[in-house]
């Protein structure tokens, strides 16, 4: 099976991205390229939500894939977060701290709840400096 990636327009600031099917050495340039711009635009605090629901498997060359996004927004105090990784993705996601256990989500509900703590974070922090 191969990769399919759907691309969102940005909502207040931060990007959504749904993976269908199979992150692995035959498709992660696929996820490379279509994050790559996406990545070089990036505004300082960006999240990157990566709905993982239909990701049906995910090797170490995807794993990379991830890893790479958040160095590019680690700089920018930016997250990339997972949502409704499936348990055997999750796991993977865990074994290899691809990310920080509070940064997977099993509801958008969840995952918004962070992204808005975070904003109003970001805005009481700007405001103190």
Known sequence: MSLEIDL?????GNQYVVLTGRLDSATYEQLDEALDPL?????????????????????????????KARKALAPLHGKVLAVHPQ??????LDMVQALPMEAIFT????AD???DQLQ???LHGSDEG
């Open 87 to 92: 348990a055997q993705i999750r796991k993977v």
């Open 107 to 110: 509801s958008s509900a969840e």
């Open 120 to 122: 109003r974070d970001m």
């Open 8 to 12: 969102y327009p940005p909502v207040n």
């Open 39 to 67: 990545l070089s635009a990036a505004a300082p605090g960006m999240v990157l939500v990566m709905e993982l629901g239909r990701l049906e498997y995910i090797s170490s060359a995807g794993i990379r894939s991830i890893l």
């Open 113 to 115: 709840a962070y992204i």
